[in-house]
């Protein structure tokens, strides 16, 4: 209803829900209209005028440099150029002032209902649009059969749809039920296309980079260096505008599927917010323990206004957003960059993903997690700050973090200027209140350099993958399927293990004793939870501790894979003289193929035991283990009545 309301939000006499039309126009007024406006500021509309027009100039100059002056053809030369350049200046002109249309919604295409009925949205087309038969069944099978993505010329870079003049001139009204009308999807779909391509215009000048490209190649001497660091600048351009490594056609089945499979693999293999547990001692490793657990005692002791002051700064930031955007869940899963569903089965699939990173507490314990870090690392960062406004020395380590995102003596000085007069502090605790600062340019360009601050290193403490974290290959669609959840250890590698020992200080000493801690104590939950009586020696206890705390990323992984596929004669279990049992041919494959692999073997197993008619506690537990939400902490012990259900059932 309120996509339908959207569509209609200027009529004045608006037909529906009042509650629709309210959520309808408050879309608009925080999302559509501001990022319209941006793009306006940026000229976006115009680039590729002005780009025409720049080419232009270029042939006048040469023509006005000629040494003994322009023959008559050459005048007459200049003046066509010259028509034709105020004629595109005009052109500009009219696409940088673009108005604003409250009926505005971008458009996504609802693939099975059009293949359900394609000649009543072909009738539409001719009557509404002006289009004959063969016209209309063309756009339609454009649509349907993914036409309209072509394959790019190297170098050039597709522009944002919502930048783009639509291909069919109908209003939306009269298309709707062959269009996507759930609003929370059109609107993230639109965020994260407009706004990566409204900052890179803004940081770059363009959503191509041609500008900094020139520069690029202007000062580069080596060919094979340039061309690789040309390789890996555009490389993240993509993926922060998320077309990186997307095929030709992306709503081809296998692009589908390998979507639908990573969600299965999400809902069926994750434990939930138990195994996110060892979070907290990142805290301690960033910010120390004295600092830790006197700020934590002022919050909670504020009735949880701090805590609530702190969420509204990592909000601005654009953290502690997981109970809307699942944000960090989606990375870790790696969905985020998953494509708006095209059929019914799809949009379902993609509803209980997001449902389950909620049942499963994920989403609550990051917002949590991502509040406490924004309350801790937006005091130290202001305290710091205070400290260099008034010329005192810095620490070697905090001198490091400050300059790492990009505050200086300058930038201290604002910050404490605006925290003094509008900020909260207590005893320990600073909360800088960046919504009410005031709104100068200086100011403005200090506050987006404070949240960018508070914004890397609230990721950086709560480990959350960045577009720069795992390698290019890791983003072709069947790589993404077979590494799934690798992304989150290689981030914790770059972000935590890394700069840890660099820096070689006590906090990261403490952080790391405290992360082995919770992750033992994730291990024995997990143990109690399953029933494993076994008895465990020191080595083996503190190896689970290792392994479930992510303290050495991403090669506990590689670890993992040694000890699997040499049965455990090789890797960190062998060098502590553990006795091993050989692993199964499945959990090899699995290791080789993804996750995957290891649950369609299980489903493989489970139709040979009926087929066979050996139906026994395997046959049991396999099919606990392809349920969704079979893994989920909580929800252990109901699972288990399931299962020994199921086991007497067989019996």
């Known amino acids: 209803e309120v996509a339908k309301a959207k569509r209609r939000l200027s009529d004045p006499d608006p037909q529906g829900l009042p509650e629709a039309y309210e959520a309808a126009r408050y879309w608009h007024e925080n999302l559509y209209k501001p990022a ?9 509309f115009s680039v590729n005028i002005r780009r025409k027009i720049a080419k232009k100039r270029e042939v006048l100059e040469s023509l006005e440099a000629t040494e003994h002056g322009m023959t008559r053809k050459q005048l007459k030369l200049h003046g066509k150029i010259g028509r034709e350049i105020k004629k595109l200046e005009d052109e500009a002109k009219v696409a940088d002032n673009i108005s604003d249309n409250d009926n505005y919604l971008n458009r996504l295409w609802n693939i099975k209902a059009i293949t359900n009925d394609p000649w009543k949205l072909e009738r539409i087309l001719m009557e509404r649009g002006g289009y004959t038969r063969a016209d209309a069944k063309a756009k339609i099978r454009q649509i349907v059969e993914g036409e309209h993505f072509r394959e790019l010329e190297p170098g050039e870079t597709g522009m944002a749809r919502s930048l783009k003049k639509r291909e069919i001139e109908v209003d939306d009204i009269y298309l709707e039920e062959f269009l996507e009308n759930n609003i929370g999807a059109l609107g993230r779909y639109y965020a994260s296309r407009m706004g990566a391509d409204i900052e890179l215009t803004r940081q770059f000048g363009s959503i191509d980079m041609a500008e900094i490209m ?16 040309e390789r890996d600048l555009l490389a993240i351009r993509d993926r922060i505008r998320g077309t990186f490594g997307i095929p030709e056609n992306p709503d081809t089945w296998t692009h589908r599927g390998i979507r639908i499979a990573k969600m299965f693999n999400a809902t069926t293999l994750l434990t939930g917010a138990l195994a996110a547990v060892p979070d907290m001692a990142k805290l301690v490793m960033t910010d120390g323990f004295a600092n830790t657990m006197r700020m934590s005692l002022e919050a909670f002791r504020s009735d949880l206004s701090l805590l609530k002051l702190a969420k509204r700064d990592a909000n601005l930031a654009g953290e502690a957003l997981d109970m809307y955007l ?7 899963a790696d969905l985020a960059d998953s494509l708006s569903a095209a059929t019914p089965f799809e949009r379902h699939a993609g509803q209980v993903t997001q449902q389950f990173f909620n049942v499963s507490l994920m989403n609550q314990w990051n917002e949590f997690a ?39 003596p300058e930038e201290s000085k604002i910050i404490v200027e605006q925290f003094n ?51 290019l290959i890791m983003s072709k669609p069947l790589a993404t399927l077979i590494l799934q959840f ?8 770059h972000r935590t293990l890394v700069p840890g020992m660099q820096l070689r200080d006590r906090n990261f000493l403490l952080g790391a004793i405290g992360l082995v801690g919770l992750g033992i104590t994730v291990d024995q939950i997990r143990r109690w939870q399953n029933e494993d009586t076994r008895e465990q020696s020191f080595n083996s206890w503190l190896g689970s501790g290792i392994e479930r705390s992510g303290i050495l990323g991403y090669f506990t992984d590689i670890n993992r894979a040694i000890e699997v ?56 537990g396999n099919t606990r283990d392809l349920l969704i939400g079979s893994n989920v902490f909580w929800a252990d012990g109901l699972f288990g009545v399931a299962e020994e259900g199921l086991v007497e059932a067989f019996e």
């Open 326 to 332: 699942a944000m960090r869940s989606a990375l870790f």
């Open 486 to 493: 690798k992304t989150f250890a290689i981030a914790s590698t």
């Open 36 to 44: 319209l406006k941006a793009a306006r500021d940026e000229k976006m």
């Open 565 to 620: 596929l040499s049965d455990g004669r090789l890797g960190l279990t062998a060098m502590f003289n553990e006795n091993t049992m050989p692993s199964s041919t499945l959990d090899k494959l699995g290791v080789m193929g993804g996750p995957l692999v290891h649950q369609v073997g299980k489903a493989a197993d489970i139709l040979w035991d009926v087929s066979s008619g050996d139906l026994d506690r395997g046959t049991a």
């Open 370 to 408: 991502k509040t406490m870090a924004s309350l801790f690392t937006g005091s130290r960062i202001i305290q710091n700050a205070e400290k260099l406004a008034r010329g005192t020395k810095l620490s070697k380590t905090e001198l490091i973090k400050m300059k790492n995102v990009g505050i200086g």
């Open 214 to 229: 020139a520069e690029l190649r202007k000062y580069s001497g080596d060919s094979k260096q340039l061309a690789a660091d």
């Open 421 to 471: 007069k509008h900020g909260l502090k207590g005893k320990d605790v600073r909360i800088a209140k960046t919504n009410l600062w005031d709104a100068t340019p200086e100011v403005k360009r200090v506050k987006q350099i404070y949240l960018g601050a508070l914004g890397k290193d609230i990721n950086r403490t709560i480990v959350t993958p960045g577009k720069g974290d795992a390698p």
